[in-house]
C-alpha cells in the first residue's frame, strides 16, 4: 500500500517556473515507477512525465519534453516534477501515481494516486 501527497501547485505567470513534490508513505516506495498526470477542465486525465523505480530512465509527453523534468529521492521517498517555461495551457489538476508495470504513458497500470494539486498558469 503506498499513499501519496502532492504539494507545489499554485498560481504563476506565463515563462514561470514552479516545482511540484509527491511524497510517498510505505517501505516498498523505491520499487514503484511513478507518474505524474494532469487533468484540466472539461478535458480526458493526460499523462505527463514517468520515472522508472530506479530513477534511471524518464518518460514524457511531447507537449512537456524540454520544458518538465521529473526526478525522485528514493531516501526520502519522493518524486518532484520541474516545470520550467510554464504555459497557459499547462493550468491542470496535476497528480501523482505509482505503479509496478512498465506501461508508463497509461493511467489504467497506475495502482495508487494522490488527490492532486491545482497548478494555473496566468497569461
Known amino acids: 500500500q503506498v499513499q501519496l501527497v502532492e504539494s507545489g501547485g499554485g498560481l504563476v505567470q506565463a515563462g514561470g517556473s514552479l516545482r511540484l513534490s509527491c511524497a510517498a508513505s510505505?517501505?516498498?516506495?523505491?520499487?514503484?515507477?511513478m507518474g505524474w498526470f494532469r487533468q484540466a477542465p472539461g478535458k480526458e486525465r493526460e499523462f505527463v512525465a514517468a520515472i522508472k523505480w530506479n530513477g534511471v530512465s524518464t518518460y514524457y509527453a511531447d507537449s512537456v519534453k524540454g520544458r518538465f523534468t521529473i526526478s525522485r529521492d528514493n531516501v526520502k521517498n519522493t518524486v518532484y516534477l520541474q516545470m520550467n517555461s510554464l504555459k497557459p495551457e499547462d493550468t491542470a489538476v496535476y497528480c501523482c501515481a505509482a505503479q509496478s508495470t512498465t506501461y508508463y504513458y497509461s493511467a489504467k497500470f497506475y495502482d495508487y494516486w494522490g488527490q492532486g494539486t491545482q497548478v494555473t498558469v496566468s497569461s
Open positions: 510505505g517501505r516498498t516506495f523505491s520499487s514503484y515507477a
